[in-house]
Structure formats: C-alpha cells, structure tokens
C-alpha cells in the first residue's frame, strides 16, 4: 500500500520565479491538504482539496494556488517566489467522509529561493 | 481560533531518561488530538492521538491523555533510546475534520 508521495523532494528557484509541486496521495484517501513549514516552526496549513475545488484555505496570499486532479493527486503552485518562500512544502492525505479521519503526510517538497 | 502551544526546546536527556513534553491548546468544542513526530530530513509520522476527553493515545513507548479539564496532552515516555532524538509536534483538529493545528515543535536529542 504505498503512502503518500512528493515530488521533487528539493528544488532551488530564485526569486520571481514560478514552481509547480506534486503529491500523490495515499490510496484509498480522497482528500489532500498542503503545508508550510519553515524551518524551526510547526507546519501552517495553506488549503485543502476536496473532490477537485479547495475546500479551506488557510491565510496564504493569492500567490498560493493548487488543483486536484480526478485521481485525487495535487498540485501546489507558488507564483512569484520571494526568499520567504523558502521551506519544506508537506503534502497530507485523508479520507473527508471518515469521522476524525487521520491525516498522513508525504515526506516533503524542500524549496529554496535564492 | 483553535492553537497550540508546546514547551519550548531543545530538550537534551540521557539514554533511559524520563521524558514530559508539555502541550496545551485552546480550541472550541473537542477536538481530536495528535503528536507527530519529525526525524531529520523527513516528513511527519503520526505518532500517537486521542479523540476524547480522557483517552490515552500511545505508541513506541510514548503516552499522553487527553485532559479537558486542563486542556492537555502532555508526552511522556519512561526511558528514552538515542533512536527516538527527533522533533515533536502537538496538535489539533476540530471534530469537523478541520485541517491540523500545530505547535511550534520541540527537537529532542538523546545521547548515550
């Protein structure tokens, strides 16, 4: 049964650029959330997918956007990088119609903007 | 809004030490709790939850119990290996199956 996948596990950009990051999620599960953590903090939650529309959106600007595919795999684009948007990037998947359904995460996109 | 809040690090223990790694949140209604746990370089691994007021999640050694009354969910494992040096992180989610809340981490290093 395999987990949840991300692809590139690194990535270097620089600033103004655009980059485009990948999750598969684990099967079974239909429901893919994505984070931010920089580095020495806890993960911030930036939006969640549902049935290919974002259902929540935490309080990232506009720059931040994503999409789901029908195979439940993501996508999280980030335009016009700045230096803040270095970090590593986690993908969770669930099950939305599971009560309390338990979020498991991906190993993580490491970007840096240089 | 919902938030945690967890000791701050680093914590720095001897092999077969006891551990406590403090949390408390602040949420509407009873949220599910959880601690992960980050080993370097990795994503985050769930290592242990509780879903209601005085369950106790536990895992590897590792145990906390959910107390409402103090609004807790506190780690502890009673002899600590070199093997579990990593980060912790505690958390939340509504029972709306909201996204995860998380505490800012506390990296444990065990030496031997």
């Known amino acids: 049964d395999a987990g949840v996948t991300q692809s590139p596990t690194h990535l270097i950009k620089t600033r103004g650029q655009q980059v485009t990051l990948r999750c598969s999620p684990k099967s079974g599960h239909d429901t893919v959330s994505w984070y931010q953590q920089a580095l020495g903090q806890g993960p911030q939650f930036i939006f969640q997918y549902y049935e290919e529309e974002e259902r929540q959106r935490g309080n990232f600007p506009d720059r931040f956007s994503g999409h789901q595919f029908p195979n439940y795999s993501s996508e999280l684009n980030v335009n016009a990088l700045l230096l803040g948007d270095s970090a590593l990037y986690l993908c969770?998947?669930?099950?939305?119609?599971?009560?309390?359904?338990?979020?498991?995460f991906g190993p993580g996109t490491r970007l840096t903007v240089t | 809004g919902n938030s945690v809040t967890q000791m701050e690090g680093p914590v720095t223990l001897s092999e077969e030490a006891f551990l406590t790694i403090n949390c408390t949140y602040t949420a509407t209604g009873y949220p599910s709790l959880f601690w992960y746990v980050q080993y370097p370089g990795e994503g985050l691994q769930l290592l242990l939850k509780a879903t209601k007021a005085d369950d106790k999640g536990s895992n590897k050694g590792f145990e906390a119990t959910y107390r409402k009354e103090t609004t807790s969910f506190h780690l502890e494992k009673g002899s600590v290996q070199v093997s579990d040096s990593a980060v912790y992180f505690c958390a939340l989610s509504d029972q709306r199956n909201t996204p995860l809340v998380f505490g800012k981490g506390t990296r444990l290093s065990v030496i031997a």
């Open positions: 969770a998947s669930s099950l939305l119609g599971q009560e309390r359904s338990e979020q498991y």
